[in-house]
């Protein structure tokens, strides 16, 4: 049982190109997130789902799109990334929605 | 939307007794919850409170008065191991989204 996994542990961009993190969860979770954070500072939520086939925005969606094909599985895209994403992003999954476990983390820079 | 108040630093010693407090504006609350996170690392689940009162898990209280908007995580008898970012986070909405404060720094010193 693994939990919650992220893809890649850290990356480098260049301004405009794109890249997509992947959200693996084993927990058979219905709700999945997306959160950025950044230094000193709370998470906020970019995009959620309650379900296989259903995405919503949260706080900051602008710049990022999300898909969520198959239940255990969440994508964070950027298309045109800027120094502005530069960014922790955590993905988080729930069963109840009371209690959400986080994945490890990708550390994005944006050069 | 939403705003959560924390401080932004505590200092404690080994063995002490610490409070965290929380107060928040928002709509559809559901309820308050509290998240530790060590530098480097993913937020890990602490405590939550859907109804007024004291929640008790260890070492660790949580307590959630509605009507004041407030809450507070207490943390007893410290231990080193405790020194890292603790975040209160309102559950909200539909979908019960997390909108965090911007986190408490706790450090423990020897």
């Known amino acids: 049982n693994a939990g919650v996994t992220q893809t890649p542990k850290f990356r480098v961009l260049k301004t405009g190109q794109s890249m997509t993190l992947l959200c693996a969860q084993d927990?058979?979770?219905?709700?999945m997130y997306w959160y950025r954070q950044d230094p000193g500072m709370g998470l906020r939520l970019i995009h959620y789902s309650v379900g296989e086939g259903t995405t919503a925005k949260g706080e900051v969606p602008d710049g990022y799109n999300v898909s969520r094909l198959k239940k255990q599985n969440f994508l964070l895209g950027l298309e045109s990334a800027a120094p502005s994403q530069t960014s922790v992003y955590f993905c988080?999954?729930?069963?109840?929605?009371?209690?959400?476990?986080f994945g490890p983390g990708t550390r994005l820079t944006v050069l | 939307g939403q705003s959560l108040e924390q401080p932004s630093e505590v200092t404690a010693v080994e063995g002490a007794i610490v409070q965290i407090n929380c107060t928040y504006q928002t709509s559809g609350f559901y309820g308050l919850s509290w998240y530790q996170q060590h530098d480097g690392g993913a937020p890990t689940f602490l405590s939550y409170?859907?109804?007024?009162g004291l929640e008790e898990t260890g070492r660790f209280s949580s307590f959630l008065s509605r009507s004041d908007s407030y809450g507070y995580l207490l943390l007893q008898e410290l231990q080193m191991k405790d020194s890292a970012s603790y975040f209160c986070?309102?559950?909200?909405?539909?979908?019960?989204?997390?909108?965090f404060g911007s986190g408490t720094q706790l450090t423990v010193l020897p």
């Open positions: 409170n859907g109804l007024d």
């Open positions: 927990m058979n979770h219905e709700y």
């Open positions: 988080a999954s729930s069963l109840a929605a009371d209690t959400q476990y």
């Open positions: 986070a309102v559950l909200t909405g539909s979908a019960r989204q997390l909108t």
